[in-house]
């Protein structure tokens, strides 16, 4: 697999878990088209794409999707919080040893977080998104390197959260990245 | 678009969104220049601030480590405070670290209470508050919105947006707490600014209050420090609190607290024990009381508060022995019955029996800066603080809902600046006097700290307009149409507040870390920003916290630098002092604010007001067999409606549970831990029982705070009793809540 369409991959997935938009709400079409061309054997591609019959572009769409997020990753329930931390810190609080040490990474390989951002280094968006950065520039050992030490933690304790809360969408999205992930282990192919 | 150009687009920067470095613009090019900018690893610091895990801001130290706060300790240098925070100040990093607090500006997308929301950017917020304000405002007029929150710092800023459109409905929440003692010191001292110095009085009787669960640090400190040089403690409660361990508990019956006091005027007249050079100095008004007191002998008190007759003299004999150093405590949640403030109204006339104001162990006037120019020696110690000028707001067309400031009726002696919140929801409900439409509700939540919970959602429901700021999505905030995310106290600076008391004391809050959720903001900021939104911007004359405090140290020799040094100041060397401690006959002048410049024990203005310028007593009904009185009080661990939720606090208690004498439990086949049904009319709470002696039999007692129906305070959730959901909405004399005239049943689940 070529870096730019693991680069496309990586940043699908950012695009579901950042914060609903409306730009990536009219294109879930798009992200779906990507993941049945890389997994396609998924039931999560059939409930996906009839959620998107369901609902076409447009504002009930992108309410659909904050309905879920909302709870899921944003305010009280979160029922899957979005940061590293709370998983992989003692406390269960943000801002937590892994924050930092996902920041370092950042510097590490030449990248700060703009401060418009808006985000808290470990969030799963940023991640992901970080993933399709180094992907994008070939920076493959040390996309191996994060994903080893950082990402794939993070994702064993989230996804099964994510999998199993039922959210539309959401849930959909995380069993494909957690085949996605299972399939990259097999094949001992981190970067695809 | 064709086939993945969309994320083409986004990684290489050619489609519709910008990419600095490819993807959603979450990072850029590390700058090296920039790199200095964070704090080096290991770095530690100190930042003095204030705590606000409940309203007394008690001072801090809060530790920083690599750009974190890891500790909090009280402010070294405090004295009062000595150095030491509570349980809940000790919690703060788990509420800035919380996973749970709300991060961006929210509007609901659902139907109200049905939990579905759109995060929006502060823009489109408000845009949309501005849109509904101005709605209701040309529909029903500015009268028609209402404001309510604590009170404390926020309020110069919050309350601006409700006068500047022309609303006289602006609340606070002390009608549900200790309003009563501030009508009663009002028309008692002509002032609020009256304290108790516990620290150095030697008998102490507490009326509910509990210094032990209800934290306030100084006085917490003071009453044991007290307690440890002898003083003794006396606690009438019908509930064994920690306080009453702590001393004699009087277990009497509900509401009768008045009936207590008057005998003790009785028997202090009848035995000459008070201090008649004090009360012919001093007051006025005191043949009348003589006069209501004259039948509130013990015997009659003994069948009253089912406290012996003998208990009740021997107390009284006791307290008036101490005098002047001896405290019989005004209270703090001061809502018990309808007419709470003529208990706290006589509470203060039975210490000005004993002639303890201005002494030490008894009370004193607070004494800022602008009170020691009265006193040409000390009048150099400190200056004012200065303020924002504000261009005047409007006149407001209607009279507030509630009546404050009516002459002739209640409303004459209710604060103005407090109001009685629990109207709004009467408001809503019945549209008398008037409809209120929109309601911005800042730290607040009405959903639990007003009394019968269900008729407030049934007003959230008819409202246009619901806009709640806070750090948590509330059970208001899920019923609001609006959500602001506040930042928290560790992250923001404030207007210094003047904490003055037997000497001028400012203190600073000040950020200790950046934002931890970068797109939450201060509260300042939020209500400047929405006003400059509104048109009304020029109500915000500042242009950020820093020039606001510079324009309130202008008056005075610090700075803004050095406040933020120092985090607590008090002018040095200056002692505390009282002004009758070496001359029993000073002139109380500048202490008392009455039109008679006495301390009023016969009060024209309550005449006028209540028809009863002495009080009177009135009984209430006691429960009958197979019901009980339904007591509330705070818990060490929590504040009232605001902590339930955080990490630790929660952690150290989730859930509260019903106490319940074991004769009554007996009685009713109940087993310490059954789960039990709680009914007051048709309300009913789930609980479970906690078998105890520490409460009456007639009684039984839950801590507030818990029973939460926001699904999204997920820790709080569904868990405990919500008290004030048994309680219906009964509005006192002056506008106070009333906690505890209700009468439930249990049984069990
Ligand atoms: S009493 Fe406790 S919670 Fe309240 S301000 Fe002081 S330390 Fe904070």
């Not at chain 1, 409930?47 to 990753?73: D, M, S, V």
């Not at chain 2, 404050?404 to 019945?430: C, H, N, R």
């Not at chain 2, 008729?455 to 700021?469: G, I, M, N, Q, W």
């Not at chain 2, 009455?594 to 028809?611: D, G, L, Q, R």
């Amino acid at each position: 697999m070529d870096n730019s369409l693991v680069a496309e991959l990586y940043l699908s997935f950012a695009a579901i878990f950042h914060r609903p938009n409306q730009d990536v709400s009219n294109h879930l079409e798009e992200l779906i088209d990507l993941w049945s061309d890389v997994i396609p054997e998924i039931e999560s591609i059939q409930k996906l794409t009839a959620f998107c019959k369901q609902l076409p572009p447009g504002e009930e769409r992108l309410n659909a999707l904050w309905e879920h997020y909302i709870p899921l990753f944003e305010t009280g329930m979160v029922e899957a919080s979005p940061y590293a931390s709370v998983y992989l810190g003692k406390e269960g609080l943000v801002l937590g040893k892994e924050a930092s040490n996902v920041k370092r990474f950042y510097t590490k390989c030449g990248y700060v977080m703009g401060e418009k951002s808006g985000e808290l280094p470990d969030h799963l968006a940023v991640e992901l998104e970080f993933c399709a950065l180094l992907a994008q520039n070939g920076q493959d050992d040390l996309l191996k390197d994060f994903s080893t030490k950082h990402l794939e933690p993070f994702l064993k304790c989230i996804l099964p959260r994510i999998k199993t809360s039922g959210r539309p969408v959401y849930s959909e999205v995380a069993k494909i990245l957690e085949v996605r992930l299972l399939n990259l282990q097999k094949e001992g192919d981190f970067v695809g | 678009m064709k086939r993945r150009n969309f994320l083409k687009g986004i990684l290489y920067g050619t489609g519709a969104t910008a990419a600095l470095v490819g993807g959603f613009g979450t990072f850029s090019k590390h700058s090296p220049l920039k790199a200095g900018a964070t704090r080096a690893e290991g770095e530690e610091a100190t930042v003095f601030s204030a705590c606000e895990m409940c309203r007394n801001q008690c001072p801090i130290a809060v530790k920083v480590k690599d750009g974190k706060v890891c500790k909090i300790e009280g402010h070294p240098d405090d004295t009062a405070f000595g150095g030491v925070i509570c349980a809940r100040g000790n919690a703060g990093p788990s509420l800035l670290y919380d996973p749970q607090r709300i991060k961006k500006p929210m509007i609901r997308t659902g139907e109200r209470g049905e939990g579905k929301f759109k995060e929006v950017s502060w823009d489109e917020a408000y845009t949309y508050i501005t849109d509904k304000l101005y709605n209701v405002k040309d529909q029903f007029g500015g009268e028609a919105i209402a404001l309510a929150s604590r009170k404390g710092p926020h309020d110069w800023f919050f309350r601006s947006i409700g006068r500047a459109l022309g609303s006289p409905n602006v609340f606070s929440h002390e009608a549900t707490c200790p309003m009563t003692r501030s009508v009663a010191l009002d028309t008692t001292f002509g002032t609020e600014g009256i304290q108790a110095d516990y620290a150095n009085t030697k008998y102490l009787i507490s009326i509910g209050r509990n210094w032990f669960e209800g934290i306030h640090v100084a006085q917490t400190r003071a009453v044991s420090k007290a307690l440890s040089k002898g003083a003794k403690l006396v606690v009438l409660d019908p509930r064994f609190s920690i306080t009453a361990a702590k001393g004699e508990w009087l277990p009497i019956k509900g509401t009768t607290d008045l009936a207590f006091v008057m005998a003790m005027a009785n028997i202090m007249i009848e035995e000459n024990l008070y201090d008649q050079d004090f009360i012919t100095h001093y007051s006025e008004g005191f043949e009348k009381w003589a006069e209501e007191v004259k039948d509130k002998t013990p015997e009659w008190a003994e069948k009253e508060t089912g406290i012996s007759k003998d208990t009740i003299i021997r107390i009284t004999r006791e307290f008036a022995a101490a005098k002047p150093n001896a405290i019989l405590d005004f209270g703090w949640r001061t809502a018990y019955t309808p007419n709470d403030y003529q208990l706290r109204r006589a509470i203060l006339i039975v210490n000005m029996m004993i002639g303890n104001l201005e002494v030490p162990g008894g009370y004193y006037k607070t004494k800022p800066a602008n009170f020691l120019k009265n006193f040409p020696d000390l009048a150099g110690n400190a200056e004012g603080l200065g303020g924002v000028a504000q261009p005047g707001f409007p006149t407001p067309i209607k009279g507030r809902i509630d009546g404050t400031g009516v002459k002739g009726t209640p409303g004459q002696i209710i604060p103005a600046y407090d109001g009685a919140v629990g109207k709004i929801i009467e408001s809503i409900l019945t549209e008398e006097p008037y409809p209120i439409r929109a309601w911005l509700v800042h730290r607040f939540n009405p959903y639990i700290s007003l009394t019968d919970s269900p008729r407030v959602l049934e007003a959230f429901k008819k409202l246009d307009l619901l806009v709640t700021c806070d750090v948590y999505m509330t059970d208001t905030a899920y019923f609001s149409d609006v959500i602001l995310p506040e930042c928290t106290y560790l992250e923001r600076y404030e207007p210094i507040f003047d904490m003055s008391g037997l000497t001028p004391k400012y203190v600073i809050r000040q950020p200790a870390v950046p934002l931890v959720y970068p797109d939450t903001k201060p509260y300042w900021q939020i209500y400047k920003e929405l006003g400059e939104r509104m048109g009304l911007g020029d109500y915000f004359g500042f242009e950020d916290m820093a020039d606001f405090i510079n324009q309130q140290l202008a008056p005075t020799r610090l700075t803004f630098e050095k406040m933020k040094e120092i985090g607590v100041w008090t002018p040095s060397g200056m002692k505390g002092f009282y002004i009758r401690e070496n001359d029993s006959k000073a002139s109380l002048d500048n202490v008392l604010s009455t039109p008679s410049k006495k301390i009023e024990i016969f009060s024209e203005h309550v005449e006028e007001a209540t028809k009863q310028g002495v009080p009177n007593y009135f009984s209430h009904p006691q429960p009958e067999e197979g019901t009980f009185r339904f007591v509330q009080g705070k818990v060490a661990v929590h504040t009232n409606a605001g902590t339930a939720n955080v990490p630790i606090l929660n952690e150290l208690m989730p859930t509260n549970t019903l106490w319940m004498n074991p004769v009554s439990c007996r009685k009713l086949d109940l087993k310490d831990g059954d789960d039990i049904v709680i009914s007051a009319g048709n309300y009913e709470q789930k609980g479970k029982l906690k078998m105890t002696e520490g409460i009456r039999p007639d009684s039984v007692f839950c801590y507030h705070g818990f029973g939460r129906i926001s699904p999204e305070l997920k820790r709080a959730f569904g868990k405990g009793i919500n008290g004030n959901n048994l309680i219906s909405n009964e509005i006192g004399i002056v506008g106070n809540a009333v906690t505890s005239t209700t009468f439930v049943r249990v049984r069990k689940a």
